[in-house]
């Protein structure tokens, strides 16, 4: 019995050293069925279907499975500094070249991009749809008091909240400033509630604007509010699935994967969600 005992032990022990730190430990979502597992941090192409779509691709040809754990840029990039995680897709190009300046991340590969609106109440009481750009935007908003909803989260999001306000050379406090620690579409949610101004990334808008159905897009085009992604893999050896972590990157860039994110939500929505590395290279 306890020889039994010890091989079904030992098994155990194997397997569990074929999984990736976070998901011996935490909840993630798996896609595909594959025996060559990784763990990927990302949050609006997951939050958003795009992720599902790419690794189950993916996993066909590379019989593996993805398991996703949903974090906004800041934690996306702690989890892979900490080895809980084999790679991570983010949109935060100083922290990305930190990272890689740090050693702990390789694999930087523009995979695509989408851009940021500004939405507000209809009757827009800070008048931003007569604003020059996105700085002339924020400093409207700080000089009408109006309400602002700020994720607060040290995402990718949040952090180019943070670049804008900076370069408009306002800081927005107070009442008005509503901060939610909370992801887009929740966000975006509670933007509608309050009928205030947030800034949304566009792949969520296009997706989930029936969650803010008393809010519209006020301002968008300027240069400084396209979102460009990229991919990270961990350095060589510090995580179980960083070698099938870095052959999805390779897929995601391929002509194959850069198509799947050109046409997703087209058919749903009339317009793909997302842009190919090609467009986001114009603004990298």
Do not use: C
């Not at 989408?114 to 931003?128: H, M, R, S, T």
Request: proline share 3%; net charge positive.
């Amino acid at each position: 019995m306890l020889k039994r005992t010890w091989s079904v032990f030992a098994a155990l022990i194997i397997v569990m050293a074929t999984l990736s730190p976070l998901a011996m430990g935490q909840e993630g979502v798996a896609y595909g069925s594959g025996k060559n597992r990784f763990a990927l941090a990302t949050g609006s192409p997951g939050e958003l279907g795009l992720l599902k779509v790419l690794a189950e691709e993916f996993g066909k040809e590379a019989d593996a499975t993805m398991v996703w754990f949903k974090a906004g840029t800041g934690k996306s990039l702690a989890l892979l500094k900490d080895k809980k995680v084999d790679m991570a897709m983010v949109h935060a190009p100083v922290q990305v070249a930190k990272a890689l300046e740090e050693g702990w991340a390789t694999q930087k590969t523009l995979i695509g991009s989408n851009e940021f609106y500004i939405v507000g109440p209809a009757d827009d009481p800070a008048k931003l749809a007569a604003a020059a750009d996105a700085k002339e935007a924020y400093r409207r908003v700080a000089s009408s008091a109006a309400k602002w909803v700020s994720r607060g989260d040290n995402s990718g999001t949040h952090q180019k909240e943070m670049d804008l306000w900076k370069a408009a050379g306002v800081s927005y406090q107070g009442a008005g400033y509503i901060v939610t620690k909370d992801f887009m579409t929740a966000s975006l949610k509670r933007a509608n509630t309050e009928r205030a101004y947030f800034m949304s990334d566009s792949s969520t808008w296009i997706m989930e604007k029936g969650v803010a159905p008393d809010l519209k897009i006020l301002f968008r085009g300027d240069k400084a509010l396209v979102n460009t992604y990229h991919a990270l893999a961990a350095a060589p050896g510090a995580t179980p699935g960083r070698e099938t972590a870095v052959k999805f990157i390779a897929f995601v860039a391929s002509e194959k994967g850069q198509k799947i994110i050109r046409e997703y939500g087209r058919d749903r929505f009339g317009e793909a969600l997302y842009n190919d590395a090609a467009y986001a290279k114009k603004y990298d």
